[in-house]
């Protein structure tokens, strides 16, 4: 059974920096394609970033371009998000993602559907 566990949240100033980690467990292939979500109050969730860690191509949110990088360690098994240039509308639970294919569409990245195992969720405070 596949299991994401995030980590890294918490309330920073705008202008500051977070840096969330997601670990995956029983993954069955030897690449994924693994990302981050996000969910504001009443907002529906949406893509932030997504990695293919077979060969480490990434998809960003035009909303996030330039401030945040994502990326992974050695075993394909960490991802993280680092978060630069926070601002207040960043604030939301920040959700980690994989599909149950070894590889990103790269078409439909940001399609929430595409995705079948889930974290729990990481809160992210941003305050002005």
């Known amino acids: 059974q596949v299991q994401l566990v995030e980590s890294g949240g918490g309330s920073v100033q705008a202008g500051g920096s977070l840096k969330l980690s997601c670990v995956a467990s029983g993954y069955g292939y030897g690449s994924a394609c693994m990302g981050w979500f996000r969910q504001a109050p009443g907002k529906e969730r949406e893509a932030v970033a997504v990695?293919?860690?077979?060969?480490?191509?990434?998809h960003y949110a035009d909303s996030v371009k330039g401030r945040f990088t994502i990326s992974q360690d050695n075993s394909g098994k960490t991802v993280y998000l680092q978060m630069d240039s926070l601002k207040v509308e960043d604030t939301a639970i920040y959700y980690c993602?994989?599909?149950?294919?070894?590889?990103?569409?790269?078409?439909?990245?940001?399609?929430?559907?595409?995705?079948?195992?889930w974290g729990q969720g990481t809160q992210v405070t941003v305050s002005s």
């Open positions: 990695i293919y860690t077979g060969g480490g191509i990434t």
């Open positions: 993602a994989t599909r149950d294919r070894p590889y990103c569409n790269s078409a439909f990245w940001s399609r929430r559907a595409d995705y079948q195992y």
